[in-house]
């Protein structure tokens, strides 16, 4: 089920970002967060109420502006309002209503959407000051008064949001369907795939639009297993974008890898793995999905002895946290190799999907420990008990031991290593969670 979107949109210097951050920073749980996303972070999932969201702070937005960057910061923002469940619509109190203000008004009033106007930069508690009543003239109805700065009335802002969320709708869980998300940045040739696949194999069962306006869910059955292919058929085409817009692009990807089970990673063999690529593939990692990265276009790369192996080596050195992922070179538009996915899809959901019994994994575990003995701190050593199995998709292992401070990333990534050699476990991230004997609590890593 996809996150729904809550974009703060107004013009420039109203507190969007103050808002933005001490929402992220101080009042409620953050609970994803994006590998490689580190700088002008623009999006951040939040949880409130039981409900999570991505919250997304825009750009200020100047609706007939000519300079570049505020033209940017609408584009930015009008990407927001089309991706948006419900919109914060923030003025300033101090500053009263503007023109900027109406013409926002009036475009928002077209788009028919949930929207929250909220008027920042009130700093008492209590009566609001008379002046803000003006901003009734901007025809959105009631407002809200804040204080981004000082952290007043934020709750009640995000009271507002909770209740103009869409109804949560569960998909209904066809255990025999395989759902699978084509993601990567846009021209990657995502469409083309799913157009070959469907053009050749002509047994669609039915066209159900997505959960959300830019993702359309396509059910097929392919030699006899069902699949259901996610593609984000939103994203802009290359010219039409900015680095910034392109950011945004990436939001409808992650709501398409939450929903699936198996994710194809687009990556254009012309182009090589670019920042979008990771920040995609590491939201998949760490969401437990399991992954093929498929390199696209493969048919207008010049070839010579070891060129395959060698773009492999380069494509593993860029996802260096999922080198468990096949990599397979296609091409979507000529449909070189593109069957081949079909095996590789239900090869790595399979895996996804295995089971080890506890005997079988303590047999490995015990000759692991017999080889490199665990580390030790002080005097101290790490003892290994024993480890179970506790679940699937990912497969998810309890390691119990004598402390989890011994247990260091590198002996545990050791452990990992000496699971996938005899079970396998191909593309699909293993989870573990260290227990030490006799106690609840425990880590994940």
């Not at 994006?34 to 991505?54: A, H, K, M, N, Q």
């Not at 869910?217 to 259901?228: H, L, P, S, V």
């Not at 939103?234 to 680095?243: A, E, N, S």
Request: aromatic share 8%; net charge negative.
């Amino acid at each position: 089920m996809s996150k729904p979107v809550v974009a703060i949109l107004g013009r420039p210097n109203v507190g969007k970002s103050s808002f933005f951050n001490y929402v992220v920073g101080k009042r409620v749980s953050i609970v994803e967060d994006i590998p490689g996303v580190t700088r002008d972070r623009i999006y951040e999932d939040i949880e409130w109420r039981g409900r999570t969201f991505s919250l997304v702070d825009t750009g200020g937005l100047e609706p007939y502006s000519t300079d570049t960057i505020l033209v940017q910061m609408r584009r930015q923002a009008e990407v927001a309002i089309e991706l948006a469940d419900v919109i914060i619509f923030m003025v300033d109190a101090k500053e009263g209503m503007t023109a900027s203000d109406k013409d926002i008004a009036a475009m928002l009033i077209k788009v028919d959407k949930p929207v929250i106007l909220a008027v920042n930069k009130v700093d008492t508690v209590g009566e609001p000051p008379a002046d803000v009543y003006e901003f009734y003239n901007l025809g959105i109805g009631d407002f809200m008064t804040l204080s981004s700065a000082h952290g007043l009335g934020i709750g009640e802002v995000l009271d507002a949001v909770y209740e103009k969320l869409p109804e949560e709708i569960e998909e209904e869980d066809d255990a025999e369907v395989i759902k699978v998300a084509i993601v990567g940045k846009p021209n990657a040739g995502k469409s083309s795939l799913i157009n070959k696949i469907l053009g050749e194999q002509r047994v669609i069962v039915s066209d159900i639009p997505g959960t959300t306006r830019d993702a359309i869910d396509t059910y097929a059955e392919i030699d006899g297993q069902k699949y259901c292919f996610i593609d984000t058929a939103g994203m802009r085409k290359r010219g039409k974008i900015t680095d910034n817009i392109e950011r945004y692009s990436i939001m409808r990807s992650l709501g398409a890898v939450d929903r699936c089970d198996v994710v194809i990673i687009m990556v254009d063999a012309g182009d090589g793995v670019t920042e979008q690529d990771t920040k995609i593939a590491g939201y998949a990692h760490d969401k437990g999905k399991a992954c093929i990265i498929a390199i696209n276009k493969w048919d207008t790369i010049e070839k010579e002895t070891g060129t395959l192996e060698k773009y492999r080596t380069e494509v593993y050195n860029s996802f260096n946290f999922m080198m468990y992922a096949p990599v397979v070179f296609i091409s979507a538009l000529t449909g070189q190799r593109v069957n081949t996915i079909f095996e590789q899809i239900k090869f790595v959901h399979s895996e996804a999907c295995k089971r080890v019994t506890t005997g079988m994994l303590n047999d490995v575990l015990n000759e692991a420990v017999a080889v490199v003995q665990p580390p030790s701190d002080k005097g101290r050593r790490l003892k290994v008990f024993y480890m179970t199995q506790i679940g699937v998709q990912p497969p998810t292992f309890a390691v119990f031991c004598n402390s989890i401070k011994l247990f260091h990333f590198s002996y545990l990534r050791y452990i990992e290593n000496q699971i996938r050699k005899n079970f396998g476990f191909e593309g699909t991230p293993l989870v573990f969670k260290l227990r030490e004997r006799g106690e609840k609590a425990n880590d994940n890593i």
